[in-house]
């Protein structure tokens, strides 16, 4: 195996991992704060990316207003998943299967939605940098890669410091622990668990449009984002926002890893029989202790 | 001049509609034709042009009279890309609409459940796949549209050590229908003396295959060889410098695809049958009724389309109006020259499409241009 290959495969690994990690944070933060495993969250992501693309390619809008955008469309959404689904469930005393069933739900209505309205066909977002690329040991990495390695790594520090520091972020933590002993202590239950539903939105909005220029846009990609990045939560530990990243990254790397120095036909039987070996050693997940306790 | 190309087109009138048709248009009772595509799911890429292209031929021969003075009429059904609604809706076609005919399924898996069942009643069933499991060889009146992938693959070496003159070709195929082809390839690559330097595959819609590209790259071949349903392969392969010529194949020569694939689409060849940009003589007046019909450009899918309703159509005309299924099936072997193709559903694949029947195209910078280069 050459240095190139080598350093190009790593490159490769990065890049998927933290695509994955993004959607199994946002699979972590609605995890963390509302016990609800959301199945759109690749969806609300596909939702985030054609905003984004209505706005700064399809209007022609700056690009900054698109991404903002995308990003404020996944948090809407987010809002109105627990407004219109996950509410009326829980009101008829739904359990954590029935949220997994209506959130599954909702993931193929919107791609049906998106099917319908946006059509069939790929779409190209630009991204930060355009397509240019950044040369390491004759391996390339596009710019944008690297932007989106740089923001998500800056999302689960904010978040770390939301949780731990501020006092909305220990409400939510507390109303998904101990539902009863929030209500006790004035804490708003249902409306933390709107608000956690948001700010999964709004994760997923930045993944769209982070992954949307790696890509494409495609009205089936949210299904598929889902499956890795449940993946990627589930390594991490599902309750870890930084175990989801870590997660995601473990995972890009293995596979990567294993098409240059096994084969490509046996990419997803090593990284699957990792997957295995740490649920085996680690049920909780890589971090998924500390994440319950808060850290 | 439109007009007349379509006049042309429907078959000259002469086999399809009496004299007295053409001058009334199609007034008798509608020969129905059922038509069982994948409009949603993953083969949706595949039914909606299919969709188009029957729609347009439908139109075009009751505006010149029908058959024989009966309109023809088209009942659609969507599969959802799954074989066991494939097989529902054919049923229901077959015994509740009493359709002549059946035209599709869009995949190959979906061409099986249905082809086991009209078989079994002898209707004619013109599908939109090459050929599938051995069993269809035995079929009566089950006739494909397209090419077995057998003759994409030797399409493809036909370009690549001919043209090209390659020695060592990689391989960036998907595991769906990357891996169909890429099956055929290495059947025939001791024929064509070339040397598989690195074969990698990936997921169907998968993120991300710079991994596989990057090893493709490092084998050093004269040429790479793109097989997937999807954009991402073709833009990683160009991310980590891959400068060779790629060659793909049928599979992925939409435009949809080819949209995804932004400011990579350029020195990408595809070994197919119709270039809208630069039609054959014989294809001219399809694909200008096509794009002043839906304002955009046709290619294979579409063609595959119109040509089975015509095939259809000739038949009728030909076996009568009492003629039963059998009989139209029977009416429907031999040769028939298409726009997408030359057919024969007399030979043994039941589709005798021929290599020479392949025209070659290069993306450039987007667009479609049809190369000189031909395999007669």
Redesign the interface.
Known sequence: MTLTLLVQSVLAGLTNGFVYGLIGLGIAVVFRGARIINAMQGDLALIGSVVAYLIAVSLGLPMILGFLLGVVAGGVTGFLVDRLMIRPTAKRRGTEDSFLLVTLGGAFAVSATVLLYFGRDSYVLPGIGGNAMVDVFDAAMRVHAIWLIVISTGVVLALRWFYAKTAIGQAMLAASIDPEGALTLGINVGWMRTMTLALGGLVGGLAGVLVAPLINIQYEMGLLLTLKGFAAAILGGLTSPFGAIFGGVILGLVEALAVVTISSGYKDVVAMTLLIAIMIAMPQGLFGRRGRLGG | MLRAGLGTLALAGATIMSPMAQAQGATGEPLKIGAIISL?G?G??LG?PQRQGMLLAEKTINAAGGVNGRPIRILIEDDGSKPDIAKSKAERLMYDEKVSAIIGPSLTASTGAVAAITNAEGLPTLCFTGLGPRIELTYKSLFHLLPAQDLNAKAMLEYSTKELKAKKIGILHDTGYGQVVTNQLNVHRQAYGVEFVAI????V?A??V???A??VR?ASPDVVFVIAT???PF?NAR???IEQPIVSAIGSSTY??V??F??YADNIIYPEFVVGEQPKDNQKAFVEAFQKEYGSLPKNFEAAAWDSVHIIAKAAAKAGPKAGSKDLAAAMRGSYPGVMATYDFAKDDMTGIELSSYVFSKLVKGKFERLSFTTK
């Open positions: 949603t993953p949706a890429g909606n990698e595959k990936f997921e819609g993120s991300d710079s991994a596989q990057a090893k490092a999807s954009a991402v833009r991310q980590v410098k949809d695809y949209r995804g932004g400011e």
